[in-house]
């Protein structure tokens, strides 16, 4: 590390939601209560995405907000996590299009800072789509109500955009539940870049 980084943060506390406030008589658990109570929203249901790709493949660590992919698997596979919704907190006059959006970005570094350009920084993709129609049918605490899409990086990056709807994606691959993600991530994480794939008959999509 660069002498230039004087303040390095230790590795957080792990909580339990006992832990008192010092000044206030409120426990971490009611600040959870308070900040994370509705994980229908924007936020708080992309961090239940990216908990559930990381309890798939059996990540135990967090990696920072800032870090340049969303969860890192045992084995190694660097994995970018996309969620999406049809229904929001918030009232609506139609169903939300599924639509994910920050496929490239921008590295950041604390000695370099962010890097002017925008790359692919994940070895897989996992688009995460919370299928609920209706509020009364929504609960986000049922695993089965998402769909999992698992794309390499290659496929990713081919596409040339910033963002991909649903339909696109489902042309590039299938649906899976949360029991099948971990093979399918390592699946992807196995596939051949996109360019080999396509000079090789016997490595083409439906090649037999």
């Known amino acids: ?9 230790p590795p957080a506390p792990v909580l339990t939601g006992d832990e008192r406030f010092k000044g206030v008589d409120h426990t971490v658990k009611d600040f959870w209560l308070y900040a994370a109570r509705d994980l229908r929203s924007n936020v708080l249901r992309g961090v239940l995405a990216e908990w559930l790709v990381a309890k798939a493949v059996d990540a135990t660590e967090p990696l920072p907000e800032w870090h340049e992919f969303d969860v890192l698997a045992p084995a190694g596979i660097r994995v970018e996590v996309k969620s999406c919704a049809y229904l929001q907190s918030w009232p ?13 970005a921008a590295k950041w570094d604390a000695e370099l800072g962010r890097s ?20 009364d049918a929504y609960d986000p605490l049922d695993v089965s109500q998402w769909n999992f899409y ?8 081919s596409i040339g955009q910033r963002s991909i709807g649903l ?18 991530i390592d699946q992807a994480a196995k596939t051949p870049p996109r360019d080999l794939r396509e000079s090789i008959p016997s490595l083409r999509p439906g090649s037999r």
Not at 150 to 157: F, T
Not at 167 to 184: H, M, N, P, S, W
């Open 92 to 104: 609506q006059r139609r169903l939300s299009t599924i639509a994910f959006s920050g496929l490239n």
């Open 167 to 184: 339909a696109r994606i489902k042309r590039e691959t299938q649906r899976v539940g949360f029991d099948d993600l971990a093979a399918a």
């Open 1 to 9: 590390m660069n002498g230039d980084i004087e303040f390095q943060p």
């Open 116 to 135: 002017d350009q925008r790359t692919f920084n994940a070895d897989v993709y996992v688009f995460c789509v919370q299928t609920a129609r209706s509020h």
């Open 150 to 157: 698992v794309l390499p990086r290659s496929s990713v990056e």
